[in-house]
């Protein structure tokens, strides 16, 4: 049945009998006995044989790791044209030829060999030559789903350039075309009709090891409005961000849609549009299934598992995590995640001013999730720097579609936090007047509200502070309250400017300034991270403040310099680590940790745990395969062989 690898095979080695592939028992193929490729071109060929450095065998329970771990999925499934076609496993081209042969995808491909890091610059090419960043998007999702390792890799060590294609702002406009767009599935989409069987919904998910789930119900997709299951581009472009930002591997993350229809008219009312064409259930079978999904995913995946909160309407974004905040492992990105990357660059600007946080003065332009949230996250911090809670709230003057909150005045909608930013202060509308009357020090724009922060109302900022702070926060660029050159130019450069989305550097007289992006992208990827890594069952505030703290220690004097309140997107990855490890320490000391033994080494810990995007030798059976039998070939040429490195970067 098999044969024996010839004596010359292991010569200057001590000899072993080895395997030579025939053909597979069922006994064995469930035993699972697989090892790295180990029969080089010259064995087969019948000339003398040389060993391939794939040659180590890999033994069952190996397999059974790095099945688990998602690193390498079962062979045994992937066999042949299979194997190419499932974007976990294939890595296009950089099939060896042992590889190509004992995987039976010989001939499948042509017969060039390119590395992993040729394929990157055929990447970057390709993308460069899009004109739309809408097609940029499509080619990168085709990418993402047609080879997973070098969309990751692709994406992980371009951050700068791509982040705005699978992030914000192109994700929004792919959210809006998603009707168009739509290829092949990626997510749940549970709708409000499984109510009753949302479990059921979840275990047809293929995946065994979920860890982490961003779940979106599409009511307010970044500053867009109610897109309903279109919105599924928001969860897919954050978990992309997950791995890419802080190494959490793909097969754990799942994105979901709670398609409970849509009060967005057009979309209604479009023939295109994917999701259930009804107006949106609320009250309580609305409760009721949210109620459902949270339970179901503790059923199927464990109650560790996380679940991100992302672009719910406001209405139910603060009740959802008022209710489930210690009853789950979950957190709202937009409230938290927001809050704790504002208050970081807050934090930063501290270097920059000269002031303390207590010194301002601030004024809040939209009163919702993001702005409540950073509020209210603010409030700690000056807490922090020795104000009383009530004190530090007095501070803070906010303005939603009714104007100033007030407490007098006649709309009321003050409705959850609102009240606590409520002051005895004449009711005002009109927003400019609020900027003269306050005088704020910091102007933070979360409304959607388009071009608010107009020339005048910079201009007048630029006439109260020496150094006036600006964020315009709302996503996407369309929906920012100002541009980066409006911020610069109307203050004579003396802006300290960041934005939700990303803007180009700016010039203004003698000056570059190169703005940061204030996203919560910057802290949901590392809290992420270090939840899941420690077992932490509750995500308090207290970890947004450790992640608020990281990365402003992060920040160099020179990002400063160059007008940036964030360190660059380039080194994002590790400024997740890093919050990842506070996030562990943290839980460690506080004995909220529930993954033990304590490691020793935070930072090994960590990065032994990270998703690797580098292509590793297949793992195949070595005795080939029935209906693949290894398909013989002459000697290729070593030059035909050879893997050159591009220079080219994007
Ligand atoms: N940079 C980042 O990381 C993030 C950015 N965002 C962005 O922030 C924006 C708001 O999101 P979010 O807070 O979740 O949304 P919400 O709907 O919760 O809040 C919007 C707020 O803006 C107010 N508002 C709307 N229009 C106006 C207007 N013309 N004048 C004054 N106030 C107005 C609303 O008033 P009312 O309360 O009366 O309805 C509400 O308080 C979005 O564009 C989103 O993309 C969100 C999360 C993260
Ligand atoms: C960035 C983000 O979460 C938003 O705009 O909603
Ligand atoms: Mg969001």
């Not at 090892?35 to 890999?58: C, H, P």
């Not at 009721?288 to 598992?305: H, I, L, P, S, W």
């Not at 009711?427 to 922060?453: H, N």
Request: a neutral charge.
């Amino acid at each position: 049945m098999f044969g024996i690898v010839p004596r010359s095979i292991m010569s200057g080695q001590k000899r072993r009998r080895r395997l030579f592939p025939v053909s597979p028992t069922p006994s064995v193929i469930r035993g699972l006995h697989y090892t790295n490729v180990y029969r080089s071109r010259s064995a087969i060929s019948g000339q003398k044989a040389v060993l391939t450095e794939a040659v180590k065998a890999i033994k069952p329970d190996e397999v059974q790791k790095r099945h688990v771990t998602g690193d390498v999925i079962s062979p045994g499934q992937v066999m042949g044209i299979e194997h190419l076609r499932d974007p976990r496993l294939n890595k296009g081209l950089a099939f060896t030829l042992e590889e190509r042969q004992a995987l039976g995808i010989h001939g499948l491909q042509p017969a060039r060999f390119k590395s992993q890091e040729e394929q990157l610059e055929l990447c970057r090419i390709s993308i460069q030559r899009y004109q739309e960043d809408l097609n940029k998007y499509l080619y990168l999702t085709e990418l993402h789903d047609r080879n997973e390792k070098l969309f990751f890799r692709l994406l992980s060590e371009n951050i700068e350039h791509l982040m705005p294609i699978v992030y914000t702002p192109t994700v929004g406009l792919a959210c809006q075309k998603f009707g168009l767009i739509y290829r092949r599935p990626r997510g749940l989409f549970i709708t409000i009709n499984d109510i009753g069987h949302v479990y059921d919904v979840i275990k047809n998910w293929p995946e065994p090891n979920v860890k982490a789930i961003v779940v979106t119900d599409g009511e307010r997709i970044l500053g867009l409005g109610d897109l309903g299951a279109c919105g599924m581009g928001i969860p897919v472009g954050k978990l992309a961000l997950y791995t890419a930002l802080a190494g959490i591997k793909p097969h754990e993350c799942l994105p979901i849609v709670l398609d409970v229809g849509t009060n967005n008219q057009n979309l209604l009312e479009d023939p295109l549009y994917v999701g259930l064409r009804q107006r949106r259930t609320t009250g309580k079978l609305y409760d009721d299934f949210v109620d459902e999904f949270m339970q179901a995913v503790v059923k199927r995946y464990g109650q560790n598992t996380l679940i991100q909160f992302e672009d719910f309407g406001n209405h139910n974004a603060f009740r959802f995590l008022d209710k489930y905040r210690e009853e789950y492992c979950t957190f709202n990105d937009d409230i938290q995640g927001t809050a704790s990357v504002a208050v970081s660059g807050l934090m930063a600007s501290r270097r920059v001013t000269g002031k303390k946080l207590t010194e301002n003065t601030f004024l809040f332009l939209g009163a919702g999730e993001a702005a409540i949230g950073i509020a209210d996250l603010t409030v700690k911090a000056l807490e922090n720097e020795g104000l009383t809670e009530e004190q530090a709230r007095e501070r803070i003057w906010m303005v939603d579609i009714d104007g100033l909150l007030a407490v007098d005045r006649p709309e009321g909608n003050l409705e959850g936090h609102k009240k606590f930013y409520a002051k005895k202060h004449p009711p005002m509308k009109d927003f400019k007047a609020v900027v003269e009357e306050i005088k704020p020090s910091i102007l933070i724009g979360a409304s959607a509200a388009a071009g608010a922060f107009t020339p005048e109302i910079l201009r007048m900022m630029a006439t109260f502070n020496e150094r006036p702070i600006v964020f315009a926060l709302s996503n996407p660029t369309s929906k920012a309250e100002c541009t980066a050159e409006q911020a610069y130019t109307n203050t004579d450069g003396r802006v300290i400017f960041s934005s939700g989305s990303p803007f180009g550097k700016v010039t203004v007289g003698e000056k570059v300034f190169h703005p940061g992006q204030g996203n919560n992208a910057y802290i949901f990827p590392g809290v992420a991270l270090g939840v899941l890594l420690s077992g932490i069952h509750h995500i308090s505030e207290r970890i947004f403040l450790i992640a608020s703290e990281t990365v402003a220690n992060h920040v160099s004097d020179t990002d400063l310099q160059r007008g940036s309140l964030y360190p660059p997107l380039s080194s994002i990855k590790e400024v997740s680590m890093q919050i990842a490890m506070k996030i562990l320490d943290h839980a460690y000391e506080e004995r909220i940790a529930t993954v033990y033994p304590k490691p020793k080494d935070m930072r090994t810990y960590v990065q032994e745990n990270l998703y690797k995007y580098y292509y590793e030798p297949a793992l195949v059976p070595t005795w080939g395969w029935p209906d693949h039998p290894v398909v013989k070939t002459r000697a290729y040429p070593k030059s035909e062989r050879k893997f050159y490195q591009p220079k080219e970067t994007l």
